[in-house]
């Protein structure tokens, strides 16, 4: 199983970038997709989340409204469109596979590289 997170970068305050998980060794409707963010010093956090059955998305109060969780299964991808980013926002992106989507990454048992997102003026 790999997971690989891309479109990183920088980008301005109010501005939008779309972050992509490219997904292998797993199909899309069996499992949930998360993305998460860990900034230095700090825990990883959840942002958002798609289910693998239904498609059902799932978002942190801190992004609710600005990020949006999408994926294609044909290309098995996920992707996170972000968009009036925020200061606070930066961090590396992680996407994690598991049964069911949580905001807990230990029940995430599949993890690829991370993409760094920086922001600023």
């Known amino acids: 199983v790999q997971l690989q997170a891309s479109g990183g970068g920088l980008v301005q305050p109010g501005g939008s970038l779309r972050l992509s998980c490219a997904v292998s060794?797993?199909?899309?409707?069996?499992?949930?997709i998360g993305w998460f963010r860990q900034a230095l010093g700090k825990e990883r956090e959840a942002t958002s989340c798609?289910?693998?059955?239904?498609?059902?998305?799932a978002y942190a109060e801190s992004v609710k409204g600005r990020f949006a969780i999408s994926r294609d299964k044909a290309k098995n991808t996920v992707y996170l469109q972000m968009n009036n980013v925020k200061s606070e926002d930066a961090a590396v992106y992680l996407c994690?596979?598991?049964?069911?989507?949580?905001?807990?990454?230990?029940?995430?048992?599949?993890w690829g590289r991370g993409t760094q997102v920086t922001v600023s003026s």
């Open positions: 798609i289910s693998g059955s239904d498609g059902y998305t």
């Open positions: 060794g797993l199909t899309l409707d069996d499992y949930a």
């Open positions: 994690g596979a598991a049964t069911r989507c949580t905001s807990s990454s230990t029940d995430f048992g599949f």
